[in-house]
């Protein structure tokens, strides 16, 4: 018996429901699904009766066009698939469809060599190794590039259809940079696939710029009464043809690009141009100059990348900065690796010593967005010496300094550690603040008591201060990360290894650092210093002119006498 295309459609409406295992479908619900449907796609306004829709089911449940699904009713009410992954459109082909399709590809293959069936001839042999597979029971020869997890392939026939109908469409999209979806009614004029994604091309609005969305970021698509707005002077070959990909940013003009290509790479280059405009220019021993005329896109800079260090830009300026800061970026996120043995050395140093250094512990990334954060937030932050409880002040920096990275360094150091303090230092260049040898001892508490063992009350600008017993700074150490490169020239910390066991006089700081060979710690940006408080250390007097920022934090792990508490408690387990 012959199925006419209505009931198809019914069938895939049915299948598509009882697919999404999300929501419960009463009989009610797939009426009206197969209703919307069949007004959607062929214009029947009457729509679907509830016997058509009984006979449907019993149709997909019987053998007859081989579908046999497992379609059961839950409490008396919901249907549904028993097996949560079965499908009608992943039954095999039957033998009738075989010997159909295999007179389709025959005579598809009549047209292969004609100059209009060119861009077909992929498709064929496609198909044919698809028949050929499913009639031998073989495995199949041809093996074409997929992507069985790509999401939004379920609204490319939606949106085709949409197309060919000229009309709107009602979408709901969120981009990879939105914090929330929008719904809003767009002009779709062309669907493509570029690196097998997909993309639908057109407007919001007729003096809008057109506009490229991802299938995978499309959240819902429903049908639109808005008439299409006028496509007549819109052609892809014209729009997409200085560009590789998809990005197209109107009103920008394409540049020359040069690329040397090395001897690895340039057999790839040459048989598989990057674009059509691409032009061989010369050959030396070592590789080969090309150039392309495109814009700089996003799909422009990922094709120089994928090539690693097989490629290098030779113009413009522009593109070659770009793609030098990504590949050191790339580079950043390996050197940011922190091992387990750098992790335990650190600690064992900072042990004994009083004292460890590591670099490469934020990218230049986070570095340069906390300094952004801390421009934005601190607009004084370069005339102000310090700005003391940081994180309650800016609490934005609080998810990018307390990175995975500093977690593993905490953690590595005491477990049970948790954030007591956080200082923005910025020392310009002429500060030459504390050139004299210290301690550090003073802690942060959040009111004054009089508590015994803990002296030397002050209060700075809301903060108050106190030095408490010799066991509180035993189970205290700081990390401090380093914004700006730090060198003996503009000041950095000159310390002494091994000071930190106990508090000292003055007569014995004097005595101790007039005797001692003190440690430079020189840093870079992105690097950490980790310190125990009663550390004797100083700054080295500065000589440059450069800026040095440093953002202090303090971790604990021991609680402090009933009446007092932390003035900043936080526990990094409760940022993870």
Not at 75 to 104: A, V
Not at 219 to 245: C, H, K, M, Q, W
Not at 497 to 515: F, R, V, Y
């Amino acid at each position: 018996m012959p199925v006419n295309r209505n009931a198809l459609i019914r069938y895939r409406t049915i299948d598509n429901c009882l697919k999404n295992r999300f929501r419960k479908w009463t009989l009610e619900d797939l009426i009206e699904a197969c209703s919307e449907t069949l007004y959607e796609y062929e214009g029947i306004d009457k729509g679907v009766s509830r016997r058509t829709v009984q006979m449907d089911i019993q149709m997909m449940r019987s053998d007859k066009l081989g579908y046999n699904a497992p379609i059961i009713v839950m409490d008396r009410k919901y249907y549904t698939y028993e097996d949560p992954e079965y499908s009608i459109t992943n039954i095999p082909l039957t033998d009738q469809d075989l010997g159909r399709l295999s007179e389709t590809v025959d005579f598809l293959k009549q047209f292969k060599g004609f100059s209009h069936f060119r861009e077909l001839e992929g498709m064929v042999q496609k198909l044919e190794d698809h028949v050929y597979s499913q009639k031998t029971q073989q495995k199949p020869v041809i093996d074409f590039e997929k992507n069985e997890n790509l999401k939004g392939l379920e609204h490319l026939d939606k949106l085709y259809q949409t197309i060919i109908r000229k009309q709107s469409i009602s979408m709901t999209y969120q981009s990879f940079k939105a914090r929330q979806a929008s719904t809003f009614t767009f002009h779709p004029f062309l669907l493509k696939e570029f690196r097998n994604r997909w993309f639908v091309i057109g407007k919001r609005k007729a003096k809008d710029e057109f506009q490229n969305l991802a299938l995978d970021r499309i959240i819902n698509l429903e049908s639109s009464e808005v008439p299409l707005i006028d496509t007549s002077d819109f052609d892809a070959d014209t729009y997409f043809r200085d560009v590789i990909g998809v990005s197209v940013s109107t009103g920008l003009a394409p540049e020359e690009v040069q690329l040397y290509v090395t001897h690895k790479h340039a057999p790839y280059v040459l048989t598989k141009p990057l674009h059509h405009s691409q032009k061989f220019i010369e050959k030396d021993n070592y590789g080969i100059t090309i150039s392309l005329y495109v814009q700089h896109n996003f799909e422009l800079e990922k094709e120089i990348l994928a090539f690693g260090d097989g490629v290098k830009v030779i113009s413009p300026e522009r593109l070659k900065r770009s793609i030098k800061g990504r590949l050191l970026g790339g580079v950043d996120l390996y050197n940011t690796e922190l091992s387990e043995t750098g992790l335990v050395t650190a600690k064992r140093r900072l042990e004994h010593n009083g004292s460890s250094v590591m670099n490469y512990v934020y990218t230049k990334r986070e570095v340069d967005k906390i300094k952004r954060v801390l421009d934005q937030s601190l607009p004084q932050s370069r005339t102000s010496f310090a700005r003391r409880q940081l994180l309650k002040t800016v609490p934005e920096l609080k998810d990018i300094l307390l990175n995975k990275n500093l977690r593993r360094i905490v953690r590595a150091m005491d477990e049970k550690a948790f954030l007591v303090k956080a200082i923005f230092f910025n020392k310009p260049p002429e500060a030459n603040w504390y050139v004299t040898w210290h301690q550090d001892r003073a802690i942060n508490v959040q009111e004054k008591l009089e508590t015994t063992g803990y002296t030397g009350w002050t209060q700075k600008n809301e903060v108050i201060s106190v030095l408490p017993p010799a066991e509180v700074n035993h189970n205290c150490f700081s990390i401090r990360l380093h914004l700006d490169e730090t060198t003996e020239a503009n000041g950095a910390l000159r310390v002494l290894p091994g000071s930190h066991k106990k508090p000292l006089t003055d007569e014995e700081i004097q005595l101790i650092s007039a005797n001692s060979v003190p440690v430079i710690t020189e840093m870079l940006p992105g690097g950490v210093h980790l310190m125990k408080p009663l550390l004797l250390h100083a700054s080295a007097k500065s000589k440059s002119q450069k800026q040095r920022r440093v953002i202090h934090l303090e971790f604990a792990s021991v609680e402090l006498a009933e009446d007092l508490q932390w003035a900043e408690r936080i526990n990094l387990s409760d940022q993870e």
